[in-house]
């Protein structure tokens, strides 16, 4: 069992164990700034080898839901540089994850008012939060979006650039670019999204041009070594859909393999749910795409995610499918999730009443070990 409670260099971050904390939006962030409450939630997970943030937004455009962070305001850099502090300060790792929805969103969130952009003007069949006018919020259906003209999209890319400076520059050990879950660099990628035909929308080559022009100028603001990826090949969230995700998530890694990124992590199945989803007309080999990353030349670490518990996650570091493994909900229960696995101890229960939104309820208030022994 002992590899994934051994330190390890990812990319240029060194790390204390190989468990990360997956990205969790958990919409406690008023006014898009990270708040004491966040810095608190985040510090009690420091013992995690890496903490992955939640969705982070690189702009106002890039908003999908009420009260999630952003990276665009002075005052919320200030509340990062807090976040990054506290988790410094506990010995621990922390990347923000760079997000922009794209057509995942509702006019009331994008500046003046504006219809949400995207590769495409379908509308997603998906929901977004949103807060009323009396404050209260609701699910509602997003707003129909716009989609890009094609000398627009190099503005989106530098804001990616602009949004991974400022992160470096708050104390961030580096930045995950958000490329799963049906969120604008998907929407480009996915057949059944993209409908464009420009240099951006038809063959492969095309559908991967925005995720390759963002890593591109990322690694060049940051260094690769800072920079990482996340990919769900299959996950059909946001109403995403691709007729062959393994020849573009294929041609994806092995274009990858020439940045020296920090990571790739590669959602297996679907997010949050069945790990044998399927898309296409056949199951998606996550070894295959492994294997085609490496034959390529890729050497950073592969980072899985999806329903690991704590075997899975030995054996998946063990067997060398996998150099690291990411935590989603079990890092929402307990703070001390590493020491638990470690000791083989039980786990507590996320309640999915407070997930999204609220107070220090289901955020700061779950109890580690010692607590709970006192
Ligand atoms: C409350 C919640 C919020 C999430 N927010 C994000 C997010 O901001 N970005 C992202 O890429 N994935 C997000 N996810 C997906 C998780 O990172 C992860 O892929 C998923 O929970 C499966 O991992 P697990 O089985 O370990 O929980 C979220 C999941 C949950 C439950």
Redesign the pocket.
Known sequence: MGKLFEPTLVGDIAVRNRIVM?????NRSPGAIPNDLNVEYYRQRASAGLIIT??TAITQQGQGYADVPGLYKPEALDGWKRVTKAVHEAGGKIVV?L?HVGRVSHTSLQPNGAKPVSSTSTIAKTRTYVINADGTGTFTETSEPRALDTAEIAGIVEDFRRAARDAIDAGFDGVEI?G??GYLIDQFLRSGVNDRTDQYGGSIENRARFLFEVVDAVTKEVGAGRTAI?LSPVTPSNDSTDADPQSIFTYVVEGLAKYKLAFIHV?EGQ??GDRNFQQGDKPFDYKALHLAYRKAGGQSDWLV????DRQAAIDAVESGRADLV?????F?ANPDLVERLQKDLPLNRPDQAT??GGGSNGYTDYPALEEEAA
């Open positions: 997956a990205p969790l939006t958990r939640e969705g994850q997000w958000h799963a879950n996340r959602v997010t949050g995610n999806n329903g690991y990411s935590f989603g909900k079990p929402i997930f999204y």
